[in-house]
């Protein structure tokens, strides 16, 4: 029985320590670190840290939030990086409408390039959607070919996540469970089905219970799969042996 965590997606390069925040993972049994990009200066960098731990692995691709800094060349940059076994998938790609929604088109365009490019690279893709849900369902639906979709930090209705799942995309849950209040996470969280879920922390952010507030790190994933155990009347056991088994599959990891 699988008894160890993924984080599928920490931001660990933004981290104040990084060789204790992976030190730390691994002593609470987190195996697996996932490691996305969202600025284009750090496209060489994910792979840099995914070369030099071992349980890391990264994702590769602009934010939508820097969208308008996209250039044609990245997906040169990307398709050479992306030839290192470490680099497992393209993310975190989407649509941001909550920011700044000045720059929409451009957002949709970067977004339409990326899925494009994975599907070129049969690579996984990895979501961000932040208050675009429909846009980001219509444009994947249309666009999207071959690409394992993962839909992180997943915010939706209970009804906007059996949509996703019945495309088949995968929904990742962090911290957010965790809060009181956050009711409509909570749900999604109890109806989904188990195959669907992935677990993650998106440090340094969305700190889980009991630490909310305080800089995140991939160990604290383990709260994350507490609370949907305890959500689930499941074992945590059983929560860590299915969304372990989910993102190794996902990720061919
Ligand atoms: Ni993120």
Not at 47 to 76: C, F, M, Q, R
Not at 133 to 150: A, C, E, G, P, R
Not at 231 to 240: C, D, K, Q
Request: hydrophobic share 40%; glycine share 4%; with cysteine.
């Amino acid at each position: 029985m699988t008894k160890y965590l993924i984080d599928t997606h920490a931001h660990i390069d933004m981290l104040a320590d990084i060789d204790k925040a992976i030190q730390q993972a691994t002593e609470n049994n987190i195996k697996k670190i996932i490691l996305p990009c969202a600025y284009p200066r750090d496209l060489e960098k994910i792979a840099e840290i995914a070369n030099k731990y071992k349980n890391v692995y990264g994702l590769l691709g602009i934010h939508p939030s820097e969208a308008k800094d996209w250039d044609d060349k990245y997906t040169e940059t990307i398709k050479t990086l992306a030839q290192n076994p470490k680099i497992i998938g393209i993310g975190e790609i989407g649509l941001d409408y909550y920011w700044d929604k000045s720059f929409n088109e451009i957002q949709q365009e970067v977004f339409i390039k990326q899925i494009q490019l994975a599907n070129e690279l049969n690579l996984p893709i990895c979501i961000h959607d932040r208050e675009a849900h429909k846009d980001t369902f219509n444009i994947l639906k249309q666009y999207n070919k071959n690409s394992t979709v993962v839909m992180h930090c997943f915010s939706g209705s209970k009804e906007f996540a059996k949509e996703c799942v019945k495309e088949g995309w995968y929904l990742a849950i962090g911290g957010v469970v965790t809060f009181k209040n956050a009711v409509k996470m909570k749900e999604v969280a109890i109806d989904m089905p188990l195959d669907k879920i992935l677990l993650e922390t998106d440090s340094p952010y969305l700190t889980p219970e009991p630490y909310r507030g305080k800089e995140n790190t991939p160990a604290y994933v383990k709260y994350v799969a507490q609370k949907i155990a305890e959500l689930r009347n499941l074992s945590f056991e059983e929560i860590a042996e299915i969304t372990t088994k989910n993102a190794e599959k996902v990720f061919g990891i």
